[in-house]
DNA sequence: GATGAATGAGTCTTCATTCAT
DNA sequence: GATGAATGAAGACTCATTCAT
């Protein structure tokens, strides 16, 4: 992510050595954890710090508050996502339409259902988060990954490429949330996975004809 | 809603009389409000007493905690949005199945958009509120509605009606939510719309030819 | 004092109700106690409430935060302090000079040492809140009762009254605090009252011959 | 200050080297910047430290704990106000009663008055330090150093030097540290150390005749 | 010797909930 | 029935002090 935060949200300090790196990830993955078992009202400092096994102080050493550390998981986790996705669509550059849509919607449904769990905590954790910094950052950076790859279609040639764009980006975000969030069997999951897939690509044939 | 809510979260008592209804719409509306101006974290029993011109005491009175408040106001609510759905299905039943797309969009868009700040609010409110309960039953409300307008299509035969529904709803509910959380320009918002009822459209003629 | 004071120091609500005017009391001797017998450093919200026979809730109803407790405090004791000297001028108008000067230093150094321990606790709960609002008020309010008093003193008119004023308030006031900081044998004590009372008298003897 | 300090506040070692009287000096003038910038409840050691140039390490090198560096900080200060005042009295032996008086106040209001702002904050960094053997030493030295002053005087004689002096210093000491903690305009300061000397010369005039 | 990351006891403050009036 | 003062557990955050490097 290379939105620029909201300075008081920014981390304290940058872990430069070794020690502080692991530290960190002790801290964001305990963060996790309790998110996952206790949910969010029980999410608090100490309990995150203890479970990372370091004392709260510490915490506060690499995070200045709370919000800072929530905002920062955040972070690391669109970071992660988008990287998947931007690979992704760089290796579908010059593919079928039919390709890219099957790369794109595969990308993102597995960078958000491996850890399904994970992903629920985190949106839990963003709420009263001032993170449309975030995602606007993040939403930007997957446009311009996919509106490249698009572009490279050699089958395809778009009128209005950035609405086709972010109208297809609305699409499978969305659906992929919602379905996700409802806890829908798994089986129901990868059907509809299909269906969004096919629906997607008509969508792409249709605009792109 | 029919959802039979978890004993622990529904009203100590049914509003039967004429002030005790009032109160409680007084109490939902304040609770709206403080959500709105002050954030969640700042939800208060308290604020939301005050602001709604009664007693914490009274408040108490129907609602046991602050939990059934909140689950209270969001069956609430959902209930209006599934209703509004409900009617355009029903008003729908025969029509083509362009019209048919266009009122289902219509309908859900409009009853989350109106009022975008509110549906807002309510999200962040039920966070950490156990209510997949609330979804589950809004979920089957919105899926006996569209399944029953689609079965009735003229001009359409699903083989997997039960499978094209479930994605048609995952998908429009999906992409609205997503659409409006990233508060893009008006202007798009309505474009994307448009080829969402498109898309949508594309992909019932193709299941449903 | 009538020194409107910060609207963040001001406390919460004025107790209307009797109990709410002991509980306010309880809550000032409270503070009083433990900055008498803990010192400054241990003064902590919690050791007040318990040592004022209330829950913290309770005190935080009443002063919004510590410093506004401090600050009420304070001004409730330069209130009596104001008070006690506001009546001694009030009662020697158009008394002789000599009167004056003498019930004056008795009023303020009485206020002041009476309850010694206390004043000198007060001064530490002093330190770092923002009164100078209330210093300048009490200064005020003390100079017009003082000019006051010395204007209608039959044996006497000073050229430069305000400057004369002035002084002799600074000069009794800072010593006064001196004096009993250096918590000096109280024979020592008294002895200095008296040389300042002779002093003061030399002095508006000569200013106003 | 030949006050032996309360054993635990003395500093851990005495600067013998270059190095560390350096240091040390550095400290000091960093507590005092803090102090200045940030007020009383905000000055940690960290931030001192860091304001020095030095590790927290460091400081705890100097001083075992924050009350030694505090303490020692008001050591130094009263001994340089000392020193000067002291001077001050030596080079008056032997003169006019009004050119001692003269001298004293003067001495004593410049010392405090230069660097108002630093005498302010020591005042504030000295509550809640056990600094009555302080405070006691730096007026034992004033009284030696004023006492062998008066005695000196060729036109005077003294009945009850010790009280004429105690009253002497109280008034000055007292009067000085009311007036610069009000704040006054630096005319009314000036006019006020006038009539202070006039004040005080009178007295001592009418006490040693 | 110097450093500064780590510690964790201790602070202030909030707020859901109760219950005497 | 309504009120709102009182409660106190629990949370975020600070900072003097230590000690491994």
Request: with cysteine; proline share 3%.
């Amino acid at each position: 992510m290379t939105a620029t935060a909201p300075r008081h949200l920014s981390p304290r300090k940058r872990p430069r050595q070794q020690r502080a790196a692991v530290t960190v990830d002790a801290i964001f993955e305990a963060t996790i954890q309790v998110l996952l078992s206790e949910g969010i009202h029980r999410l608090t400092t100490t309990r995150v710090a203890e479970r990372a096994g370091v004392s709260v102080g510490t915490m506060y050493q690499y995070f200045p508050h709370k919000q800072a550390l929530l905002y920062a998981l955040n972070e690391r986790y669109l970071d992660i996502v988008a990287e998947r996705v931007e690979r992704a669509c760089q290796q579908h550059r010059g593919a079928t339409t039919a390709a890219m849509v099957e790369a794109l919607v595969t990308a993102y449904w597995k960078a958000k259902t491996e850890r399904s769990e994970v992903t629920r905590a985190l949106y839990r954790s963003a709420v009263e988060l001032d993170n449309e910094a975030l995602i606007e950052a993040f939403a930007e950076r997957m446009d311009a990954a996919t509106i490249a790859m698009l572009r490279s279609a050699p089958d395809a040639h778009y009128a209005d490429i950035a609405l086709v764009n972010v109208t297809l980006l609305s699409v499978i975000f969305g659906t992929v949330r919602n379905v996700f969030e409802r806890n829908l069997p798994l089986q129901v999951q990868a059907d509809i996975r299909r269906q969004l897939t096919t629906m997607c690509l008509s969508y792409l044939e249709a605009s792109g004809g």
